[in-house]
Nanobody, 125 residues
Framework: QLQASGGGLVQTGGSLRLSCAAS????????LGWFRQAPGKEREFVAG????????SYGDSVKGRFTISRDTAKKTVYLQMNSLEAEDTADYYC????????????????????WGQGTLVTVSS
């Protein structure tokens, strides 16, 4: 089970940190990701981390502004979001999928087995 939190209302240029806590299994065995979905749009890849934690990948629209990280002891994955823009408004979802160690970050919705519930981020201008 994945439990996402940390969403809220923030002004343009502000920051938020999303958290996603896992229960029942180890994050260190999984590739991890964050996706988002705005009303009327498809779910979009935001950020991903390989199982090893050594490699990350970002969607073009958030590169340089968002950072994915994890704390395996706390079984939590984070998404630090800086310089937020109105276009970042969406429901944000964390995802995880068990992989072998050599697999890099996963970027497709279909790649992930486990999903958290969405947490809403609203950026006001």
């Amino acid at each position: 089970q994945l439990q996402a939190s940390g969403g809220g209302l923030v002004q343009t240029g502000g920051s938020l940190r999303l958290s996603c806590a896992a229960s029942g299994w180890e994050l260190s065995r999984c590739a991890l990701g964050w996706f988002r979905q705005a009303p009327g749009k498809e779910r979009e890849f935001v950020a991903g981390m390989s199982r090893s934690g050594s490699t990350t990948s970002y969607g073009d629209s958030v590169k340089g502004r968002f950072t994915i990280s994890r704390d395996t002891a706390k079984k939590t994955v984070y998404l630090q979001m800086n310089s937020l823009e109105a276009e970042d408004t969406a429901d944000y979802y964390c995802a995880a999928s068990p992989t072998i160690l050599s697999v890099g970050p996963l970027r497709s919705v279909q790649d992930y087995r486990y999903w958290g519930q969405g947490t809403l981020v609203t950026v006001s201008s």
